[in-house]
């Protein structure tokens, strides 16, 4: 099994709606989540953290269910410039900072 | 500032060819990483920097060896190219805020073909 799994997609959202993705980890031990961003052919950047509490940025929403092992990522309102991939970021251990990547969610946002 | 860069940007290898890639950060930080992409696999990590002076093997570093010359700079090397090496390769860089966060700064990447 994956350490950090993904539905690829694509997903193809009309501009306006609203979309949603989920991604599951396996080791119960993880200790910090992120969303990442990647563009076609170009580099990951940070899109958010991902607290235990939940945490908004604008028209982003991110959870986590650390008893369910998943986190999701909530678009509202959905722009063509959202049209990307969207990486799963799981770090499982203190004191160490690598990062474990899904394989990404491929969102096209259809005008 | 540059943030993360790397070069080159491109490099087409026949088996056999050994290569360089070089990476660079000026954003001062003391983790450093190189990875690889493919399709359907993810970013997978080859080796990384804790710290100027140290270096530890990740997931996938048969085949690679690597340098860090100093705080700035950490270079990936294929000492015999493979075409299971054709690739997307990003270096990136991190420094820790928070014990329990962490954000890594990619470079571009380098697309490498190899015949």
């Known amino acids: 099994r994956k350490e950090v799994e993904q539905d690829p997609g694509p997903f193809n959202v009309p501009e306006g709606a609203t979309v949603a993705f989920n991604c599951t980890y396996s080791n119960s031990a993880s200790q910090s989540f992120f969303w990442y961003r990647q563009d076609c052919r170009k580099e990951p950047k940070l899109l958010m953290s991902?607290?235990?509490s939940g945490n908004e940025d604008g028209r982003f929403t991110a959870q986590l269910n650390r008893a369910s092992q998943y986190i999701s990522l909530l678009i509202r309102d959905s722009k063509l410039s959202d049209s990307a991939t969207y990486l799963c970021?799981?770090?499982?251990?203190?004191?160490?900072?690598?990062?474990?990547f899904g394989t990404g969610t491929r969102l096209t946002i259809i005008p | 500032n540059a943030g993360v860069t790397q070069t080159p940007k491109f490099q087409v290898l026949k088996t056999g060819q050994s290569m360089t890639l070089q990476c660079a950060q000026d954003?001062?930080?003391?983790?450093m990483y190189w990875y690889r992409q493919d399709p359907g696999m993810g970013l997978r990590l080859i080796y990384y920097?804790?710290?100027?002076?140290?270096?530890d093997k990740g997931e996938v570093p048969n085949g690679y060896n690597v340098s860090r010359l100093n705080k700035r700079e950490f270079s990936l090397r294929l000492e015999s190219a493979a075409p299971s090496q054709t690739s997307v390769y990003f270096c990136a860089s991190s420094e820790r805020w928070d014990r329990n966060y962490n954000e890594q700064f990619f470079g571009p990447g380098t697309r490498l073909t190899v015949l």
């Open positions: 970021v799981v770090k499982s251990n203190f004191g160490n900072e690598k990062l474990t």
């Open positions: 954003m001062n930080h003391n983790s």
């Open positions: 991902v607290y235990s």
């Open positions: 920097s804790a710290s100027e002076g140290t270096t």
